[in-house]
């Protein structure tokens, strides 16, 4: 069982090696990069192309390690046990039907192998991490409400994902394989781009980019635009039937883009560009 890379996702050798690796390994795939770089879509399309049901945990500020094993709903059991008929009274007597399993006990006991994504691991609490060494290690945890040991059935594909928001403990990442995905050069961004764009016009493309690169590597942006943000932004070049001749600069100086809300994305950002394209222009 290896991955190949897919139609829709392209990837590079080395995230190709990094992901049947972590097969190769058992481990869980630890992947980081810039937001936008695809690594949410890594899960999904690893899965697709393995024939895997995929399971994904979208982690939040709020949300407790517990959630992904199971919660015990006790609001419910005493709601319907001040409500209860006979035949509900039955229900109530089985604290098991209060009990909602979360996506790591789906992934145990699913009847074949499947992906679970962990989405953006750094958005919870520092200690969130370490609350499922032991559940990702051993494949296995205690159900104190029902005295059940829930044991996995197969060994699940983890994809984590982290944006790097915070530092993740070192006893997690000594139980992961990791892969920084760099931010694509111009070959293989074009090589995206025709993934969704198969029929956009060369000189278009080929100007577009250039654009985008110029204001990437604008010095002091708060926020680069990033792939997501690119493809984004094509989409409506195309659908706005925005002429070549926009995008082009005569004296090659940067100018200011159309629609360059879809790249640039806070008003400090958008104000440094516009100082730059002023002070260009002056200084001609």
Not at 21 to 34: D, F, N, S
Request: charged share 30%; with cysteine.
């Amino acid at each position: 069982m290896k991955f190949q890379g897919t139609d829709n996702y392209v990837a590079t050798q080395d995230l190709m090696l990094a992901v049947n690796a972590a097969i190769t390994l058992q481990r869980p795939l630890l992947v980081k990069g810039e937001p936008g770089t695809g690594k949410t879509m890594l899960a999904e399309e690893v899965a697709s192309a393995l024939g895997m049901p995929l399971l994904q945990w979208h982690i939040k500020s709020t949300t407790k390690a517990q959630q992904g094993l199971y919660e015990y709903d006790a609001v419910s059991r005493l709601r319907d046990s001040q409500l209860a008929d006979v035949e509900g009274s039955q229900k109530v007597r089985d604290i098991a039907n209060y009990i909602v399993k979360g996506v790591l006990w789906q992934a145990f006991t699913a009847d074949k192998p499947v992906a679970l994504l962990i989405d953006e691991i750094d958005k919870a609490d520092i200690e969130f991490p370490n609350d499922l060494l032991r559940e990702i290690d051993r494949m296995e945890f205690y159900v104190y409400e029902t005295r059940e040991l829930v044991r996995a059935k197969h060994r699940p594909l983890v994809f984590i994902t982290s944006n790097n928001e915070k530092e993740l403990p070192d006893a997690f990442l000594r139980r992961c394989f990791f892969h920084y995905i760099k931010f694509p050069d111009a070959e293989t961004m074009k090589r995206i781009v025709d993934v969704h764009f198969p029929s956009l016009k060369q000189e278009l493309l080929s100007a577009a980019m250039k654009t985008f690169y110029e204001v990437r590597n604008l010095p002091g942006l708060k926020k680069k635009p990033s792939t997501s943000e690119l493809l984004d932004w094509l989409k409506l070049l195309v659908a706005d039937d925005i002429p070549l001749e926009a995008l082009q600069n005569k004296d090659d100086k940067v100018t200011v883009p159309p629609l360059v809300g879809a790249l640039l994305k806070n008003e400090q950002d958008v104000t440094l560009f516009e100082k730059l394209v002023f002070m260009q222009r002056h200084n001609r």
